[in-house]
């Protein structure tokens, strides 16, 4: 299984942007999808997922209302919509596949990972 993110880039503050991670080998709408970050210094931290019947989804409280995790299980993608962008948000954002049957926030909960996209929010 191989995931590829993209969609990074420089943004200014209160902008938007929105990363794709598109999913190859094994079925895609089985799996649990996340998106994590990863800041220079920090740990790896959870930011969103979304479970194989795209009717469960779940945020850090850092992202309520200003993130939203959709899937297109016909294209075997999982998006990131980011809006109201903060400086705080600069980070490499990693997409990640879980084959477990509930949502979780833990990173090694995660089979299968993206090799990561950046994104920076100028203030």
């Known amino acids: 299984v191989q995931l590829q993110a993209s969609g990074g880039g420089l943004v200014q503050a209160r902008g938007s942007l929105r990363l794709s991670c598109v999913v190859s080998?094994?079925?895609?709408?089985?799996?649990?999808m996340a998106w994590f970050r990863q800041a220079p210094g920090k740990d790896r931290e959870f930011v969103a997922a979304?479970?194989?019947?795209?009717?469960?989804?779940n945020y850090a409280d850092s992202v309520k209302g200003r993130f939203t995790i959709s899937r297109d299980n016909t294209k075997n993608t999982v998006y990131l919509q980011m809006n109201s962008l903060k400086a705080e948000d600069t980070a490499v954002y990693y997409c990640?596949?879980?084959?477990?049957?509930?949502?979780?926030?833990?990173?090694?909960?995660?089979?299968?990972w993206g090799q990561g996209t950046q994104v920076t929010v100028s203030s």
């Open positions: 990640a596949a879980d084959l477990g049957a509930a949502i979780s926030a833990r990173a090694v909960t995660y089979n299968y």
């Open positions: 080998g094994g079925t895609f709408s089985r799996y649990i």
């Open positions: 979304i479970n194989w019947r795209v009717r469960g989804t």
